[in-house]
């Protein structure tokens, strides 16, 4: 038994509403269109990989920053004082507070750096059209969009836990270049996988079948 996928059998899936119907139903435009929303109707998500890649290469490049700049300046009567992420995590871990300095390791630090790398990873097999373990991927893939949906609560945290590090009486604690270089590689990244569409993985391992059948009722001999 033939299967088709739903681009094959001339079905689009809206993008805006997610409604799911044929390309027979849409008429009038030059381009077809969602006829319950309007929005404009594509087989497969445009420039998918090359929006991906852009995002995820500001994110990797803004990772760095946002490690290495301080995340929290304190000021008071003692002096001042800069915090890292990282300074935060020794800080937890020498005071004795190591679930804590787990936590944040893991949500900062670990997190961010394992979503960078699987995406960078589903883009760069999909763009490559291999057909390597697609069902593992499409997991992965999904992964990411679930942790994505607690990605924000990176920078809660990151914020909570670095002020509580140096918290002093009479002391003005104001957000230092690192916190924005932090936001700014979660929402990067949450936009990045956004981007990418899985689809795209598993027309890479229906293009091989049907060569392979191709193949094998041109040569049916071998």
Not at 102 to 122: D, G, Q, R, Y
Request: charged share 15%; hydrophobic share 45%.
């Amino acid at each position: 038994m033939k299967y088709l996928t739903a681009a094959q059998a001339g079905y689009f899936s809206c993008h805006a509403c997610g409604r799911v119907q044929a390309q027979s139903q849409v008429h009038g435009h030059a381009h077809p269109r969602c006829h319950r929303c309007g929005s404009a109707l594509h087989p497969r998500k445009p420039n998918s990989l090359m929006r991906t890649w852009a995002l995820l290469i500001a994110a990797a490049l803004l990772y760095i920053p946002a490690n290495l700049l301080p995340i929290m300046h304190t000021e008071s009567l003692v002096g001042n004082e800069d915090d890292t992420i990282m300074s935060g995590v020794v800080y937890f871990w020498t005071s004795g507070s190591w679930p804590l300095a787990v936590i944040v390791f893991i949500a900062s630090i670990l997190v961010p750096m394992l979503k960078l790398s699987v995406l960078a990873l589903l883009t760069l097999t999909t763009q490559r059209r291999s057909t390597w373990r697609p069902i593992e991927r499409t997991k992965l893939y999904r992964l990411v969009e679930f942790i994505g949906r607690w990605s924000m609560l990176d920078v809660f945290v990151v914020t909570l836990t670095v002020a509580l590090v140096r918290f002093q009486s009479l002391a003005v604690i104001t957000a230092g270049p690192g916190a924005i270089a932090f936001g700014s590689v979660v929402i990067l990244t949450m936009i990045a996988s956004m981007q990418f569409d899985p689809r795209l993985i598993w027309d890479a391992v229906n293009e091989n079948k049907q060569e392979s059948t191709q193949h094998f009722q041109d040569h049916p001999h071998e």
